[in-house]
């Protein structure tokens, strides 16, 4: 398996994604990280539908009261069961070592300081998206800030192809949408529990947007191994699985730019092991453990 990227990354990937907010970086992993994590899946699938997400996560990643009562009222196996085609899991990292081989093993730390050329890369967390042949669960339009407790941009998500993805069942973007500084309602479990406060609208629709000469939609064919990195603020989303014969299968992972600070807002996501009122505004994340940092120019510069 290769713990550096199978190529060099290019000029052009860098100034797209510093353009656009999402750059396709294709070949960068091995197959054998593709058979990998594809049999790890088929693990977690497994032990995910016989038990509830709070079983299998290490105590301290529990200790947020809210962070438990969210995973007991939707990360459960009758839950799953629901989904109409759709199966996930994340936080694998803390509870399945071959997902935390890919953390501290694999080149995506490397590809991700790379590209958005930062200096030092932490882990945020980890999650697997699943769709089947016939899924009708979309994935709604959004973006990742509006519900992440920080403030700062370099805060990607790498999603990783680990089956093929077409324009039937990829994830799409919409370019240049990082630019946007509307403070949109996330549709986080904490914000469904709250009253909105007045002028935070919903996410756009872009399924309204469509032939709107002004939009740019980024859809991408991957192959397994292929990445593709965006922006936190860039909008993404995805319909069912409406190929006749592919099962799409990838996993995406969240990592801490150089320029990322606590920025707690009620409506936020739960962090495992860092409840919102234990962020520090302004504070950089710097737990080894909750947090680690993978990546660095100064570590590879000194191994040069």
Known sequence: MNREPLRPIMQDEIDTYARDGVVHVPGMFDQEWIERL??????????????????????????????????????????????????????????????????????????????????????????????????????YWHNDTAAWPVTGGMLPSLWLALTPGTHANSLECVAGTQHDTTPYWPRTYNARKIQRPEGRPDFIDYETRRGDPSVEFRI??????????????????????????????????????????WSPRPECVNTPGLALEDMIKGARPDDQELFPLVWSSASVAEAA
């Open 38 to 139: 594809l049999t790890a899946w088929s693990r977690v699938e497994k032990q995910f539908e016989e038990k509830p997400l709070s079983e299998l996560l290490p105590e301290r990643v529990l200790a947020d009261p809210l962070l438990r009562e969210e995973i007991d009222a939707e990360w459960t196996p009758e839950t799953a069961k629901r989904r109409a085609g759709f199966r996930g899991a994340k936080w694998m990292r803390f509870w399945d070592p071959d997902f935390r081989a890919f953390v501290f093993e694999s080149p995506a730390a490397e590809i991700v300081g790379r590209v958005t050329q930062s200096r030092e890369v932490r882990f945020y967390w980890d999650q697997m998206f699943a769709k089947w042949v016939g899924c009708t669960t979309p994935t």
């Open 220 to 261: 991408f064919d991957m192959a397994p191994g292929d990445v593709l990195l965006f922006h936190p603020a860039v909008y993404h989303g995805a319909g069912g699985n409406n190929h006749p014969t592919q099962q799409r299968i990838a996993l995406s992972t969240r990592w801490i730019g150089e320029d990322i600070r």
